[in-house]
């Protein structure tokens, strides 16, 4: 039996899974977007295809995701987004175990990367604060 793909799901687990918030992707698609918009879309069986080229420019994510997405697929596609020097990550994760707990551990990689990059910011801040108070 054929599970039946719902590609609007699929747009929330991408964007979730490279921590990616509603209002964010709104800002990206443009002044007619907001999150309530993105919600629903993000409840849609079937989106657009200009649509979904658009996201998958902003995401960074091939369209075929969204329309075929499987976990294994899903894995593999977040795995060589982080191996593309061009977005600034270096990140080669290695999987084992089945697609489930692949996908969790990629989860937890890009929660760690997102605290990371977090940290950094904050700390900047705090040097750019000390120089501002001189």
Do not use: C
């Not at 760690?112 to 750019?128: C, F, G, T």
Request: proline content about 2%.
């Amino acid at each position: 039996m054929e599970q039946k793909i719902h590609q609007g799901r699929n747009v929330k687990r991408f964007r979730e899974m490279l921590g990616i918030k509603q209002e964010s992707l709104a800002f990206d698609l443009g002044n007619d977007w907001n999150q309530k918009k993105i919600s629903m879309l993000e409840q849609k069986d079937v989106i657009e295809d200009d649509m979904l080229r658009q996201i998958s420019n902003i995401l960074k994510i091939p369209v075929e995701a969204f329309q075929n997405f499987d976990e294994e697929q899903a894995v593999n596609i977040i795995s060589n987004t982080f191996n593309d020097q061009s977005n600034g990550y270096n990140y080669y994760p290695t999987f084992n175990v089945n697609p489930v707990e692949k996908w969790l551990e990629a989860l937890e990689e890009i929660k760690r990367l997102n605290l990371e990059l977090l940290k950094a910011k904050d700390e900047q801040i705090k040097v750019l604060e000390k120089l501002l108070n001189k």
